[in-house]
């Protein structure tokens, strides 16, 4: 079956102050949609209501993956129906190794008394690790716990690959890397592209969409898509900035929810 | 069976010590501990009044049946125990040792591990020059109990240069709740020597109405050069009182590891303290800890530095549930004239219920200038940021804190240098954490 993930006027509001003011967006399996947008007008907002941030609330609109609804579930059962984040910011956790959260992660999925072998996930994170051109021993080390922030996006990109997700949002993945870190980040993404697989890429660069081409670009400004495209949109927008955007649209700030 | 005592000083010390054929010094030496007794006050532990504890059943002297080989062990302390039983063990069962295995290769290198009673008669010498005087008996009333009452025991020696890699454990079991249970272990690590210790306290008491004292010091005593990593879990029944004194003695470039579980379901009171008295001597020290139920604790670390370019470092770590009370010290002193030294302090408070109680209490108390000393205190409840980072990877609410406390934990708990007690220490970290 095809992906289908459905966004439907989303407003969300994070201590009382609304940020998304009525989001629609709809991504097919395939599909790799690039939302950009200069800081402070609602990107990272949008992917931390999807996953359901306990500090976001959702005050109306509708989001479903294939036909279910997302909001009514816990942030767990949005991951195990096949959400899957990378995060920003990614979290550090003394005391838990990276294959021990792996694998509960892993083991959430399945039924009880079908849990992977040791072997078989060993294996696996080895393999993806080595895609990653990550060191074999961060596999044992706590999670995130001392990773530099380029270290911490490949961890979140082997995640993903271990995780096998229906719909993959990346929030801000380009932050913090390198020339080298971007590319090995942007083929591991590239290699997971398929038929039952839709994107979401939140970015304010364009330089990640050099090394993954995406279908659909949306401009986000004041909680909202202003203006969407193709490839070129992008392109134009790394040439030009963001000013004929809002000069077209009438738009003197673009930001969203600032103090 | 002679019946268990509460009202006690010089005489009944005496009393105990003759009836178990002490040397004439010992029985004497013993009545100034009794005397000291009635004549001290409790310790005072900060912000934990001891008023209401039943600190003043000391029982009696009921001694276990000593057996020839760890084949006959009673089954519920075989089952303390590690599956290879070949190593070096000494097993203490309510008031005496009942089993000694030194491995013949160690003997030979002139390894000493006997109960601390055996040393008095036979080491002489090596007892009188060390014991008790780290924890001195003249410290507070319970030191003085200890003193007067002290049985069973474990005495090691470890000669100079002598490096033994395998563990040397022992095993100091209760399961009778009026039995007088004070052991005490004196650790002696001779020059250049290298040596790593295994302590397990653990109790099987039943229904009793009786108040089973365990009143407790471990003494270490590293000389120049001498590393000794000292390992310990304390695990009695919640009826029981688990009194821990701790003590390390360093001299030139000698260094202690203390990795501790103080996992006990009762009231307790521990003080794990490392005198670094020679010249770059270290300290590392790490405790865990859970309060379950109404328990209440006292979790003292403490390192004081005289030697120059002395290093101390001190975390413990706490998970706090229910309506426990913890209150955690850690005291970091720098005398004049220890200069260049590093002490470095962590105390961590994880709290699971409003109920609970935990207090982070760091004291630097300096003398020197020209030193480095840091702490930090943390009391808090699980990351919200954190679980939510694993929840979205699918993981349930109830397993991603069950990571977390886990993780919490894990520093103390991954260094436990024998691996029998470090699977034994996760079940009992999975039973109270429920």
């Not at chain 1, 999807?50 to 942030?75: A, F, I, R, W």
């Not at chain 1, 990640?208 to 986000?220: C, E, G």
């Not at chain 2, 178990?20 to 010992?26: C, D, I, S, T, V």
């Amino acid at each position: 079956m095809s992906t289908q993930f459905e966004i439907q006027g989303l407003k969300s509001s994070i201590e009382g102050k609304e940020i998304l003011k009525g989001i629609d967006l709809k991504i097919g399996g395939g599909e790799v949609h690039a939302i950009m947008g200069p800081n402070g007008t609602g990107k990272s907002t949008l992917a931390s209501a999807l996953m359901g941030h306990p500090k976001y609330e959702v005050t109306d609109g509708s989001v479903t993956l294939n036909g279910e609804d997302v909001l009514e579930m816990g942030v767990d059962e949005r991951a195990r129906a096949g959400l899957f984040l990378a995060m920003q910011y990614p979290s550090e956790i003394t005391g838990v190794t990276n294959a021990d959260f792996l694998r509960s992660a892993i083991n959430a999925r399945r039924e009880e008394g079908n849990e992977i072998s040791l072997i078989k996930f060993v294996r696996q994170m080895e393999g993806k690790m080595k895609e990653l051109e990550m060191n074999p021993e961060f596999m044992h080390r706590y999670l995130n716990e001392g990773f530099s922030g380029g270290e911490k996006k490949r961890n979140e990109i082997l995640q993903m690959m271990m995780l096998d997700p229906k719909l993959v949002i990346l929030d801000e993945i380009d932050s913090g890397l390198d020339i080298d870190a971007l590319r090995i980040v942007a083929e591991g993404v590239n290699a997971m592209r398929a038929e039952d697989r839709g994107f979401l890429i939140i970015t304010h660069y364009q330089r990640l969409l050099n090394y993954i081409t995406p279908d659909f670009v949306h401009v986000m400004m004041q909680g909202r898509i202003v203006k969407s495209g193709g490839p070129e949109l992008a392109q134009r927008l790394e040439a030009e900035g963001y000013d004929w955007v809002k000069e077209e649209l009438g738009i003197v700030d673009e930001t969203v929810g600032q103090a | 069976m002679s019946t268990p005592i509460s009202s006690f000083g010089r005489e009944a010390a005496a009393a105990i010590a003759r009836s178990k054929n002490e040397p004439a010094w010992l029985v004497a030496w013993r009545e100034e501990a009794g005397q000291l007794a009635t004549e001290l006050n409790l310790p005072k532990p900060e912000k934990l009044p001891l008023t209401r504890w039943t600190l003043d059943q000391y029982g009696a002297n009921r001694p276990g049946q000593t057996v020839a080989s760890a084949a006959d062990l009673p089954a519920p302390i075989a089952a303390l125990l590690p599956e290879e039983k070949n190593g070096a063990l000494i097993v203490q069962h309510n008031s005496s040792v009942i089993f000694t295995q030194l491995p013949e290769e160690l003997k030979a290198q002139g390894v000493i591990l006997t109960s601390l009673e055996d040393a008095a008669r036979n080491h002489e010498e090596l007892f009188r020059k060390h014991f008790m005087t780290a924890y001195t008996k003249d410290e507070h009333k319970l030191a003085a109990v200890h003193a007067a009452l002290w049985n069973g025991g474990v005495f090691l020696y470890v000669p100079k240069n002598v490096e033994i890699a395998a563990p040397i454990q022992a095993l100091l079991f209760a399961d009778d709740a009026e039995a007088t249970f004070m052991p005490h272990v004196l650790v002696v690590a001779d020059t250049h020597s290298r040596v790593t210790f295994v302590e397990q306290v653990a109790s099987t008491l039943g229904e009793t109405s009786s108040t089973l004292l365990h009143n407790s010091a471990v003494e270490v005593f590293a000389k120049a050069g001498a590393t000794v990593q000292y390992a310990a879990v304390h695990q009695l029944d919640d009826s029981a009182i688990d009194i821990a004194y701790r003590r390390a003695i360093l001299d030139n470039d000698a260094r202690i590891e203390w990795i501790v579980g103080d996992l006990h379901n009762g009231n307790a009171i521990t003080d794990t303290k490392s005198v670094l008295k020679g010249n770059g001597s270290t300290s590392d020290s790490k405790i865990i800890s859970i309060g379950t139920g109404k328990q209440r604790m006292s979790l003292t670390t403490q390192a004081v530095h005289f030697g120059l370019s002395t290093e101390s470092d001190m975390i413990t770590r706490a998970v706090m549930k229910e309506e426990a009370t913890a209150i955690i010290n850690g005291v970091t002193k720098i005398e004049k004239g220890a200069t260049k030294s590093n002490g470095q302090q962590t105390e961590r408070v994880l709290m699971l219920s409003p109920k609970a109680r935990g207090d982070a209490n760091p004291i630097l108390l300096i003398d020197e200038d020209d030193v480095k000393a840091g702490h930090a205190a943390s009391v808090g409840q699980v990351n919200a940021e954190q679980i939510y980072y694993l929840m979205s990877r699918g993981i349930s609410r109830s397993e991603a804190e069950r990571l977390i406390i886990h993780g919490f934990l894990d520093p103390v708990v991954s260094e436990i240098p024998l691996e029998g007690l470090r699977e034994q220490l996760h079940r009992i970290l999975e039973r109270k954490l429920g």
